[in-house]
């Protein structure tokens, strides 16, 4: 049962003025807000659009416009119904409080570098400065319960502190999670919000002490014994999730049960003991291990709930108290709290801008930090509700805020996407492609790998490749896992850190598959090994930086095997194919699509890789349609010629009488060819073939006659250069096309038959940006200590 709050049922003086409750009643519930801001990952509607869909959705159904209409009213909120919407309101706030705190990693204040700290310093501590100094010269202006130092010290904190349950979800709908400015972002939200709910507890204290002075100590005591049952509760829940894991089971109905109940006894506490519902929730989040296998399935079991059914009603309970028709009445009054919102805002944005040049950050970079830490919501909404319970705002300034603080996030959340754009430090103009690898070079390979299925097919391919001490390979291993339960990425290397946290110990078993492949080929390959989990939208960034600062020279992803199966219409691995498709988009360097079609037993990693594309005498095709995916293809396949049990054939694919040929690319074409061609000659294991074809249906045809099942790799450019005459009448076959190209797509399809797996090829796609990229990549080197 919530209690109801007789706030501002009737408000006389202010600055003149007689006003009353907008919502013509009290405010129900213990909505004194004060809380402790956390990330909020994976919610449905969230960030931006959400915030302001939903702050503009309950101004429309509340007093400011619909809710005039006295008929409108009786109809949407009958008897009693405000009481409830309120009460739903104050339920959503809480759980979306309690996963806020089961997502935030706490840890990243001490992995913050000095840059972050010094950031995080410099956006808080400047405006928090200039709103007190704004403040106390307005004092004379100001109504009586604002000018006290408890209420200017509220208003200075807020407009300072960025919050992280509104910074995460509007970073993750940019996708700016895994760049640059996202990562900094997150840290130096978390040293701040450290720094401002400190702060904000001061004057929490402070407000409570000004009736008597005995009130501000008892506050203090009664926050001690909260943060002495949260320890308990935190040794209870690691004890719960260490069995968990031992035992390899899931965590049990009853516990998600009981703490999803907990995280309402807890509001209750914190609400007896003065110290806010909302903190309850929030800080029991805090205390839960975020990520699997107990922050996962509360996040999961929790989230939908939270935000698809009970969120929209608290934004029609801050609706409800927002009455834009009562400020033109009040406008002398409220100028104080204006001023004092719009120059914390401003300065907040300078100092923050002036802290990153110092540290040479660009500009560019500098304005979108700035800017991801200026953007409001929800926690903001829930402070001004919490100002309410304590008399410091009346309704008329509570509107104004809300409106202040909706026009702030509106206007900052589309500069961000203006002046960065996360994917720019991936396009270099520099070749990196298998072609253009010198003889006897290091051949840079990053493989990307979701799962342990993958990792056979994968070493067989590297084994194959000939990696040999005058072709030495280096290889970068990425076992990339999706973020679920927490909010902050996650990178770990291997080669630093050899204790990894229990929920992400399954990499391991892809780690060290191929650390047993590497001790057996220690003269000529080097690896390094990494995990990152990151959100599915941002995997493709993460896999694409780790390639521009290893200077990759190939990315290897595998295809989801299990799409073949259902002919890509679904199944499989959720998002495999979407992170395919962007980090072809994306790739600073060419980037090859492993099909991987043998039926052997997946006992291991191990066994499966000695019995992968056949086993030993490996016979593979080249399917060579022109154009520089093709070229690449070519120049692969080259390369693992140099392995004496693979034996090649090569079939090029020409239009009958040149129709549709491109003259540059068919000049191209003819001399990779005749290099090939002289240089291996001689060699008895290669086998190269000519095919001239009038259209698509001729091209297949082909291809289908040498389907004998005698080889066990297809290798094919992907799309770039083809001539159109080739794959003319193709396109509506293909359920994969735009991911594998529409030969790749055909070849590597269960109706093509054959168990011969598939390698698509594209090469890397240039973009010229000068010395923009360059420097774009000597930063992200610098981030990771390599330059």
Request: charged share 15%; hydrophobic share 45%; aromatic share 8%.
């Amino acid at each position: 049962m919530v209690r109801e709050f007789p706030v501002y049922h009737s408000l006389q003086d202010v600055a003149g003025y007689n006003l009353s409750a907008s919502a013509g009643g009290g405010l129900h519930g213990g909505v004194s807000a004060f809380m402790k801001a956390g990330p909020n990952d994976g919610i449905t509607v969230e960030g931006f659009n959400s915030y302001v869909a939903g702050a503009f959705g309950g101004i429309i159904v509340g007093p400011s416009v619909l809710g005039r209409s006295k008929k409108f009213k009786e109809f949407l909120f009958p008897e009693n119904a405000d009481f409830m919407v309120k009460n739903i309101g104050l339920l959503g706030f809480m759980y979306f409080l309690f996963v806020s705190g089961v997502k935030m990693d706490v840890t990243l204040i001490t992995k913050s570098g000095k840059k972050h700290i010094w950031i995080a310093l410099a956006s808080v501590i400047f405006p928090m400065s200039i709103v007190l100094a704004v403040g106390f010269s307005l004092r004379k202006s100001m109504d009586a319960d604002l000018a006290s130092v408890s209420s200017i010290g509220a208003v200075a904190s807020t407009v300072a502190t960025t919050a992280f349950p509104v910074l995460y979800p509007v970073l993750k709908e940019l996708n700016l999670l895994s760049s640059e400015v996202g990562r900094m972002s997150l840290s130096t939200a978390v040293i701040a919000d450290a720094i401002g709910i400190n702060a904000l507890i001061a004057f929490e204290a402070s407000k409570q002490g000004e009736a008597q002075s005995k009130n501000g100590g008892w506050y203090l005591m009664s926050s001690i014994f909260i943060l002495i049952l949260l320890i308990l509760i935190r040794k209870l829940m690691t004890c719960l999730v260490l069995r968990s894991g031992q035992n390899g089971k899931p965590i049990d109905q009853a516990f998600i049960v009981a703490i999803l109940l907990g995280a309402l006894f807890m509001g209750f506490l914190t609400d007896m003991f003065g110290l806010a519902i909302a903190n309850g929730p929030m800080w029991l989040g805090l205390v839960i291990p975020d990520g699997p296998p107990l922050g996962s399935t509360l996040v999961e079991r929790t989230e939908t709930i939270a935000t698809e059914i009970l969120m929209p009603f608290s934004f029609a309970f801050i609706g409800m108290y927002v009455d834009v028709s009562n400020v033109g009445f009040v406008w002398p009054a409220l100028k104080p709290l204006v001023a004092m919102t719009l120059i914390g805002y401003v300065t907040k944005i300078l100092a923050t801008v002036l802290a990153c040049l110092y540290f040479k950050m660009p500009l560019r970079d500098s304005l979108a930090l700035s800017f991801t830490l200026s953007v409001r919501g929800q926690v903001e909404l829930l402070l001004f509700i919490h100002w309410m319970d304590k008399q410091i705002l009346h309704p008329s300034y509570f509107t104004m805020l809300v409106l202040l603080t909706t026009m702030i996030t509106g206007i900052v959340t589309p500069l961000i996407s203006l002046v960065y754009d996360p994917t720019k430090p991936y396009m270099v103009n520099k070749r990196r492609t298998i072609q253009h690898t010198a003889p006897g070079a290091d051949l840079r390979t990053l493989l990307a790998i979701q799962d342990q299925e993958s990792v056979g097919a994968i070493i067989t391919l590297l084994k194959a490749s000939n990696p040999t001490p005058a072709t030495p390979f280096s290889v970068t291993a990425l076992c990339v896992m999706e973020l679920v339960g927490r909010a902050a990425p996650v990178f770990i290397d291997h080669d630093r850190q050899r204790e990894v946290p229990t929920q992400y110990t399954s990499c391991l078993v892809i780690h060290n598959a191929l650390s047993q492949f590497q001790d057996s080929h220690a003269e000529c390959l080097k690896l390094h090994s990494y995990t990152i989990v990151t959100p599915k939208r941002t995997m493709y960034q993460d896999i694409c930086e780790r390639a521009l600062i290893n200077k990759a020279t190939l990315i290897i992803l595998p295809f989801d095997k299990d799409s073949l199966d259902t002919g890509g219409r679904g199944g499989g691995r959720l998002g495999v194919r979407s992170v395919n498709s962007l980090v072809l988009s994306h790739a600073p360097c060419s980037v090859g699509i492993l099909v991987d079609k043998g039926h052997v037993a997946r006992l291991n990693p191990v066994a499966a890789a000695s019995s992968a594309f056949g086993g030993a005498g490996l016979h593979f095709a080249v399917l060579f349609l022109g154009g520089a995916d093709a070229r690449e293809a070519l120049a692969y396949a080259d390369r693992m010629l140099g392995n004496p049990d693979v034996c090649l054939t090569v079939i090029r694919f020409l239009a009958f009488n040149g129709e549709g040929d491109n003259e540059m690319e068919k000049k191209l074409d003819d001399g990779v060819v005749t290099w090939f061609w002289v240089k291996n000659e001689a060699n008895e294991r290669v086998l190269y073939r000519e095919v001239i074809v009038r259209n698509g249906a001729e091209t297949v045809a082909a291809i289908q006659a040498i389907n004998e099942d005698t080889f066990d790799l297809w290798i094919v450019g992907r799309k770039q250069g083809i001539n159109p005459v080739l794959l003319e009448g193709l396109s509506d076959w293909t359920e994969n096309h735009q991911e594998l190209g529409i030969i790749g797509d055909y070849v590597g399809a269960v109706d093509f038959g054959g168990t011969a797996s598939v390698l698509v090829i594209q090469q890397q796609i240039l973009r010229e940006q000068g010395t923009a990229a360059r420097s774009a990549s000597r930063r992200l080197g610098m981030l990771y200590g390599n330059q």
